[in-house]
C-alpha cells in the first residue's frame, strides 16, 4: 500500500499519454463477454503487461488489455479481462485498476461477469441486473491505509449500485424485448465451485447468483465516488440439492451462446445514458 497513490497516478499518466480523449465510462468485461470491446472505434489497446504496477490476467478467456475508444457516441475505457483474488494477487491489486480509470476521468463503472445461477427462477442463459451483494470473498480492498484523495476512511455502501442506472437499464432492455433478472450477487474467492451445503446456505442468506469478481471493484467504485452498474450473465444453475458437475470451459461456452444479448443491452444503455 506504501506510496500507492503516485502508483496510480503513474498508470494514469502513462495510459493518459497513448489516448487522446478523456474517457468517460469504464467497462469491466468477463469471462466470455469480451468481445464486447471488439466493438470501440477508433481504439487504442494497451497491454496490460505495458501499464506500470498492473497485475497480468490469468485466466483463460480473459485477453488482458486495455481497450480504449468510442462506443455508441461514449468515450470508453474497457478492461478486456479483469483480476481475481484466486490468481494469487492481493485485494489491493486485483483493483487497482478501478483507482487508474477513476484518475483518468471515469464517472461510470461498468462490471459484468459470469455467474452461477442459485435462484430457481432464473436459467442459463439469463441476464441479471445486480441490485445488491454479499461479500463472501473473505478480503476487503480498502483493508490499509486510506487513500483520501480518493474517497472516506468509512465508505457509505448503501447504494452500492446506482438505481437510476439500473432503472435506465431496464426500460433499454423492454424496449429490445429483452428479459432481464434482477437479484443479489454473492462473491467467493474461489477458484473451486461450492459445494451442495455453501449453494444452499448462501441461498437462504438471500443470494441469488454466485461468482468469483465483481465485489471487490464495486467496494473500490463506491470508494471512488463512481457510479456503479452491474450485470451478471448466467451461465450455470447453482443450486445445492440439484447440483451437477460444473467446469469453466462449460461456462465460457455459454458465455459464448448468449453474449450477443449481452453486448446488444451495454451498447443500448451506452446510447441512453446521460453525464
Avoid: W
Wanted: hydrophobic residues 45%.
Amino acid at each position: 500500500m506504501e506510496n500507492k497513490f503516485d502508483k496510480v497516478m503513474e498508470a494514469k499518466e502513462f495510459i493518459a499519454s497513448k489516448i487522446e480523449a478523456t474517457p468517460e465510462i469504464g467497462l469491466i468485461l468477463g469471462s466470455g463477454l469480451g468481445e464486447m470491446a471488439d466493438e470501440i472505434e477508433d481504439k487504442v489497446i494497451i497491454e496490460y503487461k505495458d501499464v506500470p504496477y498492473f497485475p497480468v490476467s490469468t485466466v483463460a478467456g480473459h485477453k488482458g488489455q486495455l481497450v480504449i475508444g468510442e462506443l455508441k457516441g461514449k468515450k470508453v475505457i474497457a478492461m478486456q479481462g479483469r483480476f481475481h483474488y484466486y490468481e494469487g494477487y492481493s485485494m489491493s491489486e486485483i483493483t487497482f485498476p478501478v483507482y487508474v480509470m477513476k484518475a483518468l476521468g471515469i464517472k461510470i463503472l461498468f462490471v459484468s461477469n459470469a455467474c452461477g445461477g442459485m435462484n430457481k427462477a432464473f436459467s442459463p442463459g439469463d441476464l441479471m441486473i445486480i441490485k445488491d451483494h454479499i461479500n463472501f470473498t473473505g478480503g476487503n480492498p480498502l483493508i490499509g491505509p486510506n487513500m483520501e484523495e480518493f474517497g472516506p476512511r468509512f465508505p457509505d455502501m448503501s447504494q452500492a449500485y446506482d438505481s437510476e442506472l439500473i432503472q435506465l437499464t431496464e426500460e433499454v432492455a423492454e424496449k429490445m424485448g429483452l428479459k432481464l433478472q434482477k437479484g443479489v450477487y454473492a462473491a467467493i474467492s474461489g477458484p473451486n465451485y461450492l459445494t451442495p451445503s455453501e449453494l444452499t446456505m448462501l441461498a437462504k442468506l438471500g443470494g441469488d447468483a454466485v461468482g468469483m469478481s465483481t465485489v471487490p471493484e464495486v467496494i473500490i467504485a463506491n470508494h471512488a465516488g463512481l457510479r456503479v452498474l452491474g450485470i451478471s450473465l448466467v451461465t450455470d444453475m447453482a443450486i445445492g440439492e440439484e447440483l451437477e458437475p460444473l467446469t469453466h470451459e462449460q461456462v465460457v461456452a455459454v458465455a459464448e451462446k448468449s453474449k450477443h444479448k449481452f453486448i446488444d443491452l451495454v451498447k443500448g444503455f451506452l446510447l441512453e445514458v446521460t453525464l
